[in-house]
């Protein structure tokens, strides 16, 4: 699974992070996405794409 | 026959969306639906369909534009003197005031509140149990605890609390004579805060902003009083509204009660969410160009309504949508919006309604209704759907 995120459509709602923090967080300033892991383990694949899937900003891409 | 919007819900089934939005959504995903002025704009009742609609760039929330679907006569009238806000602006200009909002709200922080929302919850709780009962749960517990909160994310000094619920109440409460004008009071007052150099809260972060000239004083105040007007009587509703419908679904508030896990708490409390999905008011939305959608064609010009809680109760995504089951998977519920508006302040609701949930009901096991369901006034007219008051006692 290749994941790749865009920071100018990301909204800071903080979903993917709810889903899976340990391929998703927040910059401090102002709760922009950071991707923490861009090929996560097959164990994490579900929480990503229920990431992806609530990203009210569809601000994840997945490929898998 | 063109649907009213504003159809009554069923007497029998208060947490059920109007029964006639819902039949208009077993037809078709979106039908014309009539709103106060006559007109006829799109309303989106589809889930999958409300994911498209919130998340299409053609799709505008410029009320200024003509032909956008107003929620009542005072907002059309209003709308062209509306200053340009995160409420009514769409990208890229939207995306400069959300991100001034975004940064109180990030999961760590709002992961970090958890302690004192916990104690700001014990502290009612302790409060109520050594009160006089029946007692409103609504003045004693669900509007106090969200405004307490806020105070606490501001970084309002504890002096200060007392105005600050004072304002709060006043700006909730629909017999309050227009003259009390709290959200200028509210306004001041944050303004007065910010340019103080706080050291503290949310208002320490706008106080730097303010210094580096990215937002003025009157900008950065009105945010805040945006935040609290925002995240207080939803709150409220969410956590009155939510224990009525567990003390009329008891197998279900054993959950709450029983279970010392996180992980259930959480799944539990977005079953609540998509159950009672308070924002019942419809959002409203324009077309900028021609949209294909649900076998439709939406033209560029003409409005578009968004019933969150029918797509809420959508059978195709949430089976039997009508039963309270705190152990389904809901996340994918509308209860927030979805698409770059999607509610600011989501984390910060979510971590108080699992700390209240998970509270209440422990600490009170043998709460209960001190009055017929049949005697509540529901808040049908109002942009959060809930109870006006809730007698309980224990």
Partial sequence: MKVTIDQDKCVAAGQCVMAAAEVFDQRDEDGIVVLLNDNPPADQAEDVRHAASVCPALAIIIEE | MTVEFTSPRDAGCPFAPPPALRAAAVEKPLSRV???????????TGHAEQRAILSDPRVSMD???????????????????HPRTIFNTDAPEHTRFRRLMTFPFTAKRVEALRPAIQKIT?????????????????????????????SELLGVPYDDHEFFQRCSAIAVDRDAKPEENVNAQLGEYLAELIMDSPSEGWVSDLAERVRTGEVTVAEAA???????IAGHETSANMIALGTLALLENPDQLALFRDS??????AKAVEEMLRYLSIAHHGLRRIATEDIEIGGEVIRAGEGIVVALPVANWDPTVFPDPERLDLHREARQHHAFGFGIHQC????????????????????IPTLELATGIDQLEFKHDKLAYGVHRLPVSW
């Fill in chain 2, 222 to 228: 009105q945010m805040g009083v945006v935040l609290l």
């Fill in chain 2, 122 to 150: 014990d502290e009612l709780i302790d409060a109520m149990l050594a009160g006089p009962k029946p007692v409103d749960l609504v003045q004693a517990l669900a509007l106090p605890l969200p405004t307490l909160m806020i």
């Fill in chain 2, 34 to 44: 009539r709103i106060w002025d006559g007109s006829t704009p799109w309303m989106i």
């Fill in chain 2, 63 to 81: 009320e200024k534009r003509p032909g956008f679907p107003h929620l009542h006569a005072g907002n059309a009238a209003a709308a062209e003197h």
């Fill in chain 2, 260 to 265: 010392d896990d996180p992980r259930v708490i």
């Fill in chain 2, 344 to 363: 600011v302040g989501q984390q910060l609701a979510r971590v108080e309604l699992q700390v209240v949930y998970g509270t209440l009901y422990k600490r």
